[in-house]
T-cell receptor, first 115, second 114 residues
Framework: NAGVMQNPRHLVRRRGQEARLRCSPMKGHSHVYWYRQLPEEGLKFMVY????????ESGMPKERFSAEFPKEGPSILRIQQVVRGDSAAYFC?????????????FGPGTRLTVL | GESVGLHLPTLSVQEGDNSIINCAYS??????FIWYKQESGKGPQFIID?????DKRQGQRVTVLLNKTVKHLSLQIAATQPGDSAVYFC?????????????FGGGTRLMVKP
């Protein structure tokens, strides 16, 4: 049973370019969470999605960042016009249900470097 | 404010010894806590969780203790092994969360000496 999958694992972009990060949740999971991690820090929540719905985006910057989880296919975190401060590791997690105590399982992350 | 660029606190233990990693939380509304282990270059891996109606929960070689009075959480690892070397994060899910987002602590780096 495959775990949470993320790709690419490493992404290099120049300032002003767009970054697209993909996340495929565990089989049977319909809830996806995106977190950002700066070096030597804990993870910071960005957005929580269910299929075709954004449930909570309170942790996501209002500009340049967007997320989606379509009916078919992976969840996408999109960063437009990247800046150096966007360099970080971006982790996706998934859970099976709506219970607050459902375990979130994390993917390996995408490490974004903005030159 | 956020603590940016600070080095993680480090706990160094001898292989075979017990390790205790501590976490303080500030939100008295939190009622669900999780410990994650993160190895270099990997995503966080679930270790153990505990609800606020419990004081202690045991897993395989790990025990989590919760002291709600002083808002303190600890992770005990018995007979620490080199494979336990990683950064350990506590995370909480406050009751008022409309969603299920986790709030992570700053992390502790565990180094196991052979």
């Amino acid at each position: 049973n495959a775990g949470v999958m993320q790709n690419p694992r490493h992404l290099v972009r120049r300032r002003g370019q767009e970054a697209r990060l993909r996340c495929s949740p565990m089989k049977g999971h319909s809830h996806v969470y995106w977190y950002r991690q700066l070096p030597e820090e804990g993870l910071k929540f960005m957005v929580y999605l269910q299929k075709e719905n954004i449930i909570d985006e309170s942790g996501m910057p209002k500009e340049r960042f967007s997320a989606e989880f379509p009916k078919e296919g992976p969840s996408i975190l999109r960063i437009q016009q990247v800046v150096r401060g966007d360099s970080a590791a971006y982790f996706c997690a998934s859970s099976p249900g709506t219970s607050r105590t459902d375990t979130q399982y994390f993917g390996p992350g995408t490490r974004l470097t903005v030159l | 404010g956020e603590s940016v660029g600070l080095h993680l606190p480090t706990l160094s233990v001898q292989e075979g010894d017990n390790s205790i990693i501590n976490c303080a939380y500030s939100n008295s509304a939190s009622d669900y806590f999780i410990w994650y282990k993160q190895e270099s270059g990997k995503g966080p891996q679930f270790i153990i969780d505990i609800r606020s109606n419990m004081d202690k929960r045991q897993g395989q070689r790990v025990t989590v203790l919760l002291n709600k009075t002083v808002k303190h959480l600890s992770l005990q690892i018995a007979a620490t092994q080199p494979g336990d070397s990683a950064v350990y994060f506590c995370a909480e899910n406050p009751q008022y969360n409309a969603g299920n987002m986790l709030t992570f602590g700053g992390g502790t780096r565990l180094m196991v000496k052979p």
